[in-house]
């Protein structure tokens, strides 16, 4: 992630590394949400929004970023709140981080998967920090909580001048590291639907540690019971870390909504998502490896989804 | 042994777990490190300009943009720095002069008001650079028509036991020859041949390297450093800059974490030289993690190649190896890790026909140095594996094998001399019962498979042969004891094994005795470095002369006193008492004040200090030819670690269940530290294993943070660590002990490998064996 | 660069203090306030070394700004023990050997505090996974899992 040493556009005849402190910026404490779009029009790529910090500090440090001003987004009405209601579902404010997620009633009781897939990012410390929302602004591919988002089929909130916008969380992400906010625009809140009745849910990340790596893959798996499948279930699956962005499925999802789900079956899903990957060779591990990860890990969560759904069933 | 007479009566505090004396002020927060010390705001700062090229000459530095910036007080630059530094060869600048090679080779320094300042200015610092061809590959860089990359290598001062070869890039060229190989495989029944491979790795002390120095305008110099070796920094830095010891003063406390990077002189050089720019101004240089990954030491790359052989009854007969270390840019420490590993080139087995070659290649990598086991874990990494290779050849049991082979007191060694009596065969034996050896035990699921394996291992403390250590013991008033030492506690309970030591030799309770830093050169007694594990044995061995000195000066005093011969007296918990008359008196005032003589007819005694030093006196040369010698090291410390593991077959992950591990330490003075070095070794070894590794693409580092550099954490350790103690003592060492710091790490890698071959049949013979390379052979293996 | 006067408590003391942006929290620990005990080791919130409470929540200290701290409440390892007496866990770390060099310490001091605070009476596992921010190169962490585990017995 941070770049390693690298060369000066300006001055290629010095190694240019992660300095020992945070370049210079202003920090501005955003009050209200006009405020905000106003400073991100007025000042462009100059301006970033400030929520838990453990990226942005970091790539500015890096000198991937050098923004001029730091939009501390936190205080905005609602911006790190949490609000459930049975009929509509969960509102996470953008800036709410993981650790206020994870041990949220409402998370533990309704969205377990959401917990799970939060608490493989990093560690406990970076968490009180880190928020999904800046996770999914940040559009890694390797982000761990996109593709909890993406079967669980959150929606980002976003506040712009031209008002709010709704962009459901399969359309938000435009490439590595790119979202598809607009000048102007930033995440207020992410709305995570009820999921359907009887559901079970599985996030398995593969790092190179036991615990707190970036992910080679990760796979997300959603599993629920539906009479119109021809199966009598609906599987959703997602995958990070081996596309441009977090991705889901559709391909495996389609065998396993339409085929009786048998082990025949699922070691049929296993290899439609492994075709789906287009991963890259990296530090953390080669395209030839991750692409085999993805099938033994989506197979492993549908094993896991569907003992949990013949359990409750 | 040069046990100190101990008493029958009194508690010893010798082989007791008796608790860190270091503990209470490192968990309140109130342990100082370097950078805690506080200099007011005199303070400057340094930042390095470094070479973005692997190799390149030097036309032209221009610092007028930097020294305009405002906030900077100067910079230099090579032009600095005439005179070379280095411990065994004096390969290198301070600051580069007329060229550069690795990546984060300083170029220059700048210096001023704020880290930030000197931060931007070394961006604007131009740099005229003619890139020249790299060397890239130990390999290619041993081949005769490689880029040279030290044309004045004959040119450099250097040890008498080193031996480069100018013209090459070879620093040092360690030979061994023995028996004679070349017939003896035709007696062998089975010969297995491999290659292996071990990548660089960083030590990764929490604590990254930082130094301050400051300059007097009459040229005395005081640096403030995180240091394993003051003594060794203040020669070297001295002897580079042309002035004398006594002018410099390295101040050095609490060190957070070392395992070899903050031996020798590396960047702390840069701080001194920096401060002669500006006398009067301490300047403050901090290393950023990045730096810290490739621009102090680096653990040295490996390419072992290895070819042995055996009779049928599972004798083992020959052994021919050339080792080509990618030993970096500068090898004035490394040479001599290429010197231990040829020394010790056969691991601790004895082979009557070896020869062995141990090339030390100048790569433009970054700088080899010392790190825990001095080369013995990289060798082990091969020699492990291929044992275990030539004992299925054979047919025979691992342990069974090595049992047969392993050195035992008596064993003539790969160098001709004698090994001294060494507990081997007891730790393989222990370490294999801890992990039920030869029962097969189930795996956790039906998609993981279990294997054990084990290594074995050597390794003596790699040091001139004269490295020498000294100590001090002063009474206070009370009778609490301030022993001193030149020995750095680098967490590995030094000062705590000193304090038992003294205590113990003195006859005083140990919670009497103090031992504290920081080291100070100017006050501090000598200690070579600390470093190979020898604080135990070597300064222990001058702290107990120091305390047996002190001692000597009481009972001479009580003696006079009680008109007694000194042979019935002793010291027992604090009180002088006769034996033969059966009084007593306590240490309080006397040690201090002395005792009047009778009559009110004046004192006798005085302020008790006693001193010791010790310094092996036997460790012979080695014939340049042959490596053959009487006497080729002061001592091995041996040990076995056997490896429970499960393989995840879906994945390639492993997980280690339980590790045995057993040393023959000697005598364990604290059997409790003993324990927490094993388990640290173990967990640095296991992290090595599985995930380190520096990755560099054309030169360049491509993993320098720990996002991308990955070290093991808690959730990675194995299930259960058994430790095991042996004790056959040591000649020479206090109580019997020798060292165990770094030998836990050694062996751990390979055992790690032998277990994994024996889950599911995979072999990795470069390191690291990741998850993925164990799939991906899996998968092939099908 | 603007400047910005932050009020605060810091281990059960009021502070105030001018900042820059930029300026970040374990920077103004160490270096505005001379709070030595929390450790500088990489910057990127990866080594742990300078976690400290925020709140009552544990933070790595280089990943928060100064200026955000204002009207928070912060304690280091310093403010762990109190009226002299010290914290169960620093007394469980002398005792099981929990520290080796040291350097590490202060963090995993302050995670586990943290641990304790939430879960009284954690499994390994779950210690384990509260200490993997926390990096040590020295113990393997064996003692630190032990000390943490005693201080909880002890009624942490």
Same mark, same amino acid.
């Given at each position: 992630?941070?770049?390693?040493?690298?060369?000066?556009?300006?001055?290629?005849?010095?190694?240019?590394?992660?300095?020992?402190?945070?370049?210079?910026?202003?920090?501005?404490?955003?009050?209200?949400?006009?405020?905000?779009?106003?400073?991100?029009?007025?000042?462009?790529?100059?301006?970033?929004?400030?929520?838990?910090?453990?990226?942005?500090?970091?790539?500015?440090?890096?000198?991937?970023?050098?923004?001029?001003?730091?939009?501390?987004?936190?205080?905005?009405?609602?911006?790190?709140?949490?609000? !459930?209601?049975?009929?509509?579902?969960?509102?996470?404010?953008? =800036?709410?981080?993981?650790?206020?997620?994870? =041990?949220?009633?409402?998370?533990?009781?309704?969205?377990?998967?959401?917990?799970?897939?939060?608490?493989?990012?990093?560690?406990?410390?970076?968490?009180?920090?880190?928020?999904?929302?800046?996770?999914?602004?940040?559009?890694?591919?390797?982000?761990?909580?996109?593709?909890?988002?993406?079967?669980?089929? =959150?929606?980002?909130?976003?506040?712009?001048?031209?008002?709010?916008?709704?962009?459901?969380?399969?359309?938000? !992400?435009?490439?590595?590291?790119?979202?598809?906010?607009?000048?102007?625009? !930033?995440? =207020?809140?992410?709305?995570?639907?009820?999921?359907?009745?009887?559901?079970?849910?599985?996030?398995?990340?593969?790092?190179?540690?036991?615990?707190?790596?970036?992910?080679?893959?990760?796979?997300?798996?959603?599993?629920?019971?539906?009479?119109?499948?021809?199966?009598?279930?609906? !599987?959703?699956?997602?995958?990070?870390?081996?596309?441009?962005?977090?991705?889901?499925?559709?391909?495996?999802?389609?065998?396993?909504?339409?085929?009786?789900?048998?082990?025949?079956?699922?070691?049929?899903?296993?290899?439609?998502?492994?075709?789906?990957a287009r991963p890259i060779d990296d530090l953390r591990g080669s395209a030839r490896y991750r692409k085999a990860m993805t099938r033994n890990l989506t197979r492993r969560a549908l094993d896991d989804v569907w003992a949990g759904l013949r359990k409750e069933g | 042994m040069s046990t100190p007479p101990t008493s029958q009566q009194a508690p010893s505090p010798i082989g007791e777990n008796v608790r860190r004396v270091d503990a209470l002020e490192k968990t309140t927060?109130?342990?100082?490190?370097?950078?805690?010390?506080?200099?007011?705001?005199?303070?400057?700062?340094?930042?390095?300009?470094?070479?973005?090229?692997?190799?390149?000459?030097?036309?032209?530095?221009?610092?007028?943009?930097?020294?305009?910036?405002?906030?900077?007080?100067?910079?230099?630059?090579?032009?600095?720095?005439?005179?070379?530094?280095?411990?065994?060869?004096?390969?290198?600048?301070?600051?580069?002069?007329?060229?550069?090679?690795?990546?984060?080779?300083?170029?220059?320094?700048?210096?001023? $008001?704020?880290?930030?300042?000197?931060?931007?200015?070394?961006?604007?610092?131009?740099?005229?650079?003619?890139?020249?061809?790299?060397?890239?590959?130990?390999?290619?860089?041993?081949?005769?028509?490689?880029?040279?990359?030290?044309?004045?290598?004959?040119?450099?001062?250097?040890?008498?036991? *080193?031996?480069?070869?100018?013209?090459?890039?070879?620093?040092?060229?360690?030979?061994?020859?023995?028996?004679?190989?070349?017939?003896?495989?035709?007696?062998?029944?089975?010969?297995?041949?491999?290659?292996?491979?071990?990548?660089?790795?960083?030590?990764?002390?929490?604590?990254?390297?930082?130094?301050?120095?400051?300059?007097?305008?009459?040229?005395?110099?005081?640096?403030?450093?995180?240091?394993? /070796?003051?003594?060794?920094?203040? /020669?070297?830095?001295?002897?580079?800059?042309?002035?004398?010891?006594?002018? *410099?003063?390295?101040?050095?406390?609490?060190?957070?974490?070392?395992?070899?990077?903050?031996?020798?002189?590396?960047?702390?050089?840069?701080?001194?030289?920096?401060?002669?720019?500006?006398?009067?101004?301490?300047?403050?240089?901090?290393? $950023?993690?990045?730096?810290?990954?490739?621009?102090?030491?680096?653990?040295?790359?490996?390419?072992?190649?290895?070819? *042995?052989?055996?009779?049928?009854?599972?004798?083992?007969?020959?052994?021919?190896?050339?080792?080509?270390?990618?030993?970096?840019?500068?090898?004035?420490?490394?040479?001599?890790?290429?010197?231990?590993?040829?020394?010790?080139?056969?691991?601790?087995?004895?082979?009557?026909?070896?020869?062995?070659?141990?090339?030390?290649?100048?790569?433009?990598?970054?700088?080899?140095?010392?790190?825990?086991?001095?080369?013995?874990?990289?060798?082990?990494?091969?020699?492990?594996?291929?044992?275990?290779?030539?004992?299925?050849?054979?047919?025979?049991?691992?342990?069974?094998?090595?049992?047969?082979?392993?050195?035992?007191?008596?064993?003539?060694?790969?160098?001709?001399?004698?090994?001294?009596?060494?507990?081997?065969?007891?730790?393989?034996?222990?370490?294999?019962?801890?992990?039920?050896?030869?029962?097969?035990?189930?795996?956790?699921?039906?998609?993981?498979?279990?294997?054990?394996?084990?290594?074995?291992?050597?390794?003596?403390?790699?040091?001139?042969?004269?490295?020498?250590?000294?100590?001090?013991?002063?009474?206070?008033?009370?009778?609490?004891?301030?022993?001193?030492?030149?020995?750095?506690?680098?967490?590995?309970?030094?000062?705590?094994?000193?304090?038992?030591?003294?205590?113990?030799?003195?006859?005083?309770?140990?919670?009497?005795?103090?031992?504290?830093?920081?080291?100070? $050169?100017?006050?501090?007694?000598?200690?070579?470095?600390?470093?190979?594990?020898?604080?135990?044995?070597?300064?222990?061995?001058?702290?107990?002369?120091?305390?047996?000195?002190?001692?000597?000066?009481?009972?001479?005093?009580?003696?006079?006193?009680?008109?007694?011969?000194?042979?019935?007296?002793?010291?027992?918990?604090?009180?002088?008492?006769?034996?033969?008359?059966?009084?007593?008196?306590?240490?309080?005032?006397?040690?201090?004040?002395?005792?009047?003589?009778?009559?009110?007819?004046?004192?006798?005694?005085?302020?008790?200090?006693?001193?010791?030093?010790?310094?092996?006196?036997?460790?012979?040369?080695?014939?340049?030819?042959?490596?053959?010698?009487?006497?080729?090291?002061?001592?091995?410390?041996?040990?076995?670690?056997?490896?429970?593991?499960?393989?995840?077959?879906?994945?390639?992950?492993? $997980?280690?269940?339980?590790?045995?591990?057993?040393?023959?330490?000697?005598?364990?003075?604290?059997?409790?530290?003993?324990?927490?070095?094993?388990?640290?070794?173990?967990?640095?070894?296991?992290?090595?294993?599985?995930?380190?590794?520096?990755?560099?693409?054309?030169?360049?580092?491509?993993?320098?943070?720990?996002?991308?550099?990955?070290?093991?954490?808690?959730?990675?350790?194995?299930?259960?660590?058994?430790?095991?103690?042996?004790?056959?003592?040591?000649?020479?060492?206090?109580?019997?002990?020798?060292?165990?710091?770094?030998?836990?790490?050694?062996?751990?890698?390979?055992?790690?490998?032998?277990?994994?071959?024996?889950?599911?049949?995979?072999?990795?013979?470069?390191?690291?064996?990741?998850?993925?390379?164990?799939?991906?052979?899996?998968?092939?293996?099908? | 660069?603007?400047?910005?006067?932050?009020?605060?408590?810091?281990?059960?003391?009021?502070?105030?203090?001018?900042?820059?942006?930029?300026?970040?929290?374990?920077?103004?620990?160490?270096?505005?306030?001379?709070? &030595?005990?929390?450790?500088?080791?990489?910057?990127?919130?990866?080594?742990?070394?300078? &976690?400290?409470?925020?709140?009552?929540? %544990?933070?790595?200290?280089?990943?928060?700004?100064?200026?955000?701290?204002?009207?928070?409440?912060?304690? &280091?390892?310093?403010?762990?023990?109190?009226?002299?007496?010290? +914290?169960?866990?620093?007394?469980?770390?002398?005792?099981?050997?929990?520290?080796?060099?040291?350097?590490?310490?202060?963090?995993?001091?302050?995670?586990?505090?943290?641990?304790?605070?939430?879960? %009284?009476? %954690?499994? +390994?596992?779950?210690?384990? +996974?509260?200490?993997?921010?926390?990096?040590?190169?020295?113990?393997?962490?064996?003692?630190?899992?032990?000390?943490?585990?005693?201080?909880?017995?002890?009624?942490?």
């Amino acid at each position: 992630m941070p770049m390693p040493a690298a060369l000066d556009r300006e001055n290629p005849s010095v190694l240019v590394m992660p300095g020992p402190g945070l370049p210079a910026f202003d920090y501005v404490r955003a009050s209200k949400p006009d405020e905000v779009c106003d400073l991100l029009l007025q000042h462009g790529d100059n301006a970033r929004l400030l929520m838990g910090g453990t990226d942005i500090l970091v790539l500015m440090r890096d000198g991937v970023l050098a923004p001029k001003i730091l939009i501390d987004v936190k205080h905005l009405p609602g911006m790190t709140t949490i609000s !459930f209601d049975p009929a509509g579902g969960l509102r996470l404010g953008a =800036a709410v981080s993981m650790n206020t997620m994870t =041990a949220h009633p409402a998370v533990k009781q309704h969205y377990p998967l959401l917990a799970e897939a939060a608490q493989a990012v990093a560690s406990y410390q970076l968490r009180t920090r880190a928020t999904m929302g800046g996770n999914l602004c940040n559009a890694s591919p390797a982000a761990d909580t996109a593709p909890a988002a993406l079967v669980l089929n =959150a929606r980002c909130v976003t506040w712009g001048p031209d008002g709010e916008r709704i962009i459901p969380v399969g359309a938000f !992400f435009r490439g590595p590291k790119q979202n598809v906010l607009m000048p102007g625009e !930033f995440l =207020a809140f992410i709305d995570v639907p009820i999921p359907p009745p009887g559901w079970v849910g599985r996030y398995i990340k593969l790092g190179r540690n036991a615990g707190g790596d970036l992910a080679i893959v990760g796979v997300a798996v959603l599993g629920y019971p539906d009479a119109n499948a021809a199966s009598g279930c609906r !599987f959703r699956i997602a995958l990070a870390s081996v596309a441009p962005t977090p991705i889901r499925v559709p391909e495996a999802e389609a065998i396993l909504a339409n085929m009786p789900i048998t082990g025949e079956t699922l070691e049929r899903a296993a290899p439609a998502a492994q075709a789906a990957a287009r991963p890259i060779d990296d530090l953390r591990g080669s395209a030839r490896y991750r692409k085999a990860m993805t099938r033994n890990l989506t197979r492993r969560a549908l094993d896991d989804v569907w003992a949990g759904l013949r359990k409750e069933g | 042994m040069s046990t100190p007479p101990t008493s029958q009566q009194a508690p010893s505090p010798i082989g007791e777990n008796v608790r860190r004396v270091d503990a209470l002020e490192k968990t309140t927060g109130e342990a100082l490190f370097a950078d805690d010390l506080q200099f007011g705001p005199n303070l400057l700062y340094g930042r390095i300009v470094r070479c973005p090229h692997p190799h390149a000459r030097i036309l032209n530095v221009d610092a007028s943009r930097a020294l305009a910036l405002p906030g900077v007080k100067a910079v230099v630059t090579g032009q600095d720095t005439p005179g070379t530094i280095g411990l065994y060869l004096q390969d290198r600048h301070i600051f580069c002069r007329d060229r550069a090679r690795y990546v984060g080779d300083p170029v220059a320094g700048v210096i001023a $008001t704020s880290e930030a300042i000197a931060e931007q200015a070394c961006r604007l610092v131009e740099v005229e650079y003619e890139v020249l061809d790299p060397v890239l590959d130990p390999l290619q860089g041993a081949q005769p028509d490689a880029p040279l990359l030290h044309p004045d290598l004959e040119d450099y001062e250097v040890a008498n036991f *080193i031996f480069p070869k100018p013209g090459t890039n070879i620093s040092n060229h360690f030979r061994v020859r023995k028996g004679d190989v070349e017939a003896a495989w035709a007696q062998c029944d089975a010969v297995v041949e491999r290659e292996f491979r071990v990548p660089h790795v960083q030590h990764v002390p929490i604590e990254p390297h930082i130094a301050i120095a400051q300059a007097d305008r009459h040229g005395q110099i005081t640096l403030w450093t995180s240091s394993q /070796s003051p003594f060794a920094q203040r /020669s070297l830095i001295a002897d580079a800059l042309g002035i004398s010891q006594s002018s *410099i003063r390295v101040i050095s406390p609490y060190v957070g974490g070392g395992f070899g990077s903050k031996a020798g002189v590396s960047m702390e050089a840069l701080a001194v030289i920096m401060a002669q720019k500006v006398p009067g101004h301490p300047v403050k240089l901090r290393l $950023t993690r990045e730096e810290e990954f490739f621009t102090t030491f680096v653990r040295q790359g490996l390419i072992a190649k290895t070819r *042995i052989g055996a009779t049928k009854d599972g004798k083992l007969q020959a052994m021919k190896t050339e080792y080509y270390w990618d030993a970096g840019a500068y090898t004035e420490y490394g040479v001599n890790v290429t010197r231990a590993t040829g020394y010790s080139s056969t691991g601790p087995y004895e082979i009557p026909h070896v020869h062995a070659d141990s090339y030390c290649v100048y790569t433009n990598h970054p700088v080899g140095g010392p790190m825990r086991g001095f080369g013995m874990p990289e060798i082990h990494w091969g020699i492990e594996q291929i044992m275990d290779l030539l004992a299925e050849e054979l047919g025979m049991d691992k342990v069974e094998f090595r049992l047969k082979n392993c050195v035992r007191g008596g064993s003539i060694i790969v160098t001709g001399s004698e090994m001294h009596p060494v507990g081997l065969p007891e730790c393989i034996q222990k370490a294999a019962d801890a992990v039920n050896w030869g029962t097969d035990e189930p795996a956790s699921a039906p998609h993981k498979r279990r294997g054990k394996g084990l290594a074995i291992m050597w390794k003596a403390p790699a040091m001139p042969p004269n490295a020498g250590s000294s100590a001090s013991v002063r009474f206070n008033e009370d009778a609490t004891v301030t022993v001193s030492v030149g020995g750095q506690e680098i967490g590995q309970g030094a000062f705590t094994v000193a304090a038992q030591m003294a205590a113990a030799a003195l006859g005083v309770p140990v919670d009497w005795v103090r031992v504290h830093g920081p080291l100070d $050169t100017r006050y501090s007694p000598y200690e070579w470095q600390t470093v190979a594990s020898r604080l135990t044995w070597s300064m222990g061995n001058a702290v107990v002369a120091a305390a047996n000195n002190a001692r000597r000066q009481i009972l001479e005093l009580a003696a006079e006193h009680w008109d007694e011969a000194i042979e019935n007296l002793d010291i027992q918990d604090g009180m002088v008492i006769s034996y033969k008359s059966e009084q007593s008196l306590p240490l309080q005032n006397m040690v201090v004040y002395g005792l009047p003589k009778p009559d009110d007819q004046g004192w006798r005694g005085g302020p008790v200090i006693g001193h010791g030093s010790f310094m092996p006196t036997y460790v012979t040369g080695l014939d340049p030819e042959t490596g053959q010698g009487p006497r080729s090291v002061v001592h091995y410390t041996t040990g076995c670690q056997a490896v429970d593991l499960e393989v995840d077959t879906l994945t390639g992950q492993i $997980t280690i269940l339980r590790v045995a591990a057993a040393y023959d330490v000697g005598k364990a003075i604290n059997p409790d530290q003993v324990r927490a070095q094993i388990e640290g070794g173990v967990v640095q070894g296991a992290s090595t294993a599985f995930f380190e590794g520096l990755a560099f693409k054309d030169g360049v580092p491509q993993n320098t943070s720990f996002v991308d550099y990955r070290i093991a954490t808690s959730v990675d350790i194995p299930y259960e660590i058994i430790s095991i103690i042996v004790e056959v003592p040591q000649d020479d060492g206090p109580w019997g002990a020798r060292g165990v710091g770094e030998h836990s790490m050694v062996p751990t890698a390979p055992a790690i490998a032998n277990a994994v071959a024996a889950a599911v049949g995979v072999r990795i013979l470069d390191m690291p064996i990741t998850a993925e390379k164990v799939y991906l052979a899996l998968e092939e293996g099908e | 660069m603007a400047a910005h006067q932050i009020t605060f408590t810091i281990n059960g003391g009021q502070e105030t203090a001018l900042v820059t942006s930029h300026t970040t929290l374990l920077s103004l620990i160490r270096e505005q306030l001379g709070l &030595t005990g929390t450790k500088n080791g990489c910057a990127t919130g990866e080594c742990g070394a300078c &976690t400290v409470l925020l709140n009552g929540e %544990p933070v790595n200290a280089c990943m928060v700004l100064a200026v955000e701290v204002d009207g928070a409440e912060i304690v &280091t390892v310093e403010g762990l023990a109190q009226d002299g007496q010290l +914290d169960v866990l620093q007394q469980m770390f002398v005792e099981h050997t929990g520290t080796q060099c040291g350097f590490c310490t202060p963090g995993v001091l302050i995670m586990a505090r943290a641990l304790l605070d939430r879960n %009284p009476n %954690p499994s +390994d596992d779950e210690i384990k +996974d509260a200490l993997r921010g926390n990096l040590c190169r020295c113990t393997g962490y064996v003692r630190i899992i032990e000390a943490v585990k005693a201080a909880a017995k002890a009624g942490g």
